[in-house]
């Protein structure tokens, strides 16, 4: 069974900064995609940023220049590195995995994480809140 975990959430001023990790494991994948998206309680999911699995990078049209994802395949890890943070940035990060096995193949997590995040395939863990102060 496919787990992911979120972690490295907290509390911020605005104008600082936090990195925040994703581990997947459990997966039989032999091709990845992966994403983050965020939630407010009562509110719409944001797609963040996705990684697709030939390696294809797509942000958020909000979050460019400030938000940066970086991704370990050897340790099914992808980073979301957050600069700049204002309060509206305050929410749960999630982070999304899917794939493709064995034969492999193409996977990737856009456009739906950005345009209709609601309908989100794959799996994602129980997310790591943020905190922006003004």
């Known amino acids: 069974q496919v787990h992911v975990m979120e972690s490295g959430g907290g509390s911020v001023r605005a104008g600082g900064s936090l990195r925040l990790t994703c581990r997947v494991s459990?997966?039989?994948?032999?091709?990845?995609?992966m994403g983050w998206f965020r939630q407010v309680p009562g509110m719409e999911r944001e797609g963040l940023a996705a990684?697709?699995?030939?390696?294809?990078?797509t942000y958020a049209e909000f979050v460019k220049g400030r938000f940066t994802i970086s991704q370990d395949k050897g340790k099914k890890t992808l980073d979301l590195e957050m600069n700049g943070l204002k309060p509206e940035d305050a929410a749960i990060y999630y982070c999304?995995?899917?794939?493709?096995?064995?034969?492999?193949?193409?996977?990737?997590?856009?456009?739906?994480?950005?345009?209709?995040?609601?309908?989100?395939?794959?799996?994602w863990g129980q997310g790591t809140q943020v905190k922006v102060s003004s």
């Open positions: 990684i697709d699995s030939r390696g294809t990078i």
């Open positions: 459990g997966d039989t994948y032999s091709s990845t995609c």
């Open positions: 999304a995995a899917d794939g493709v096995g064995p034969r492999g193949g193409y996977c990737s997590l856009a456009p739906t994480i950005f345009i209709a995040p609601a309908a989100l395939s794959g799996y």
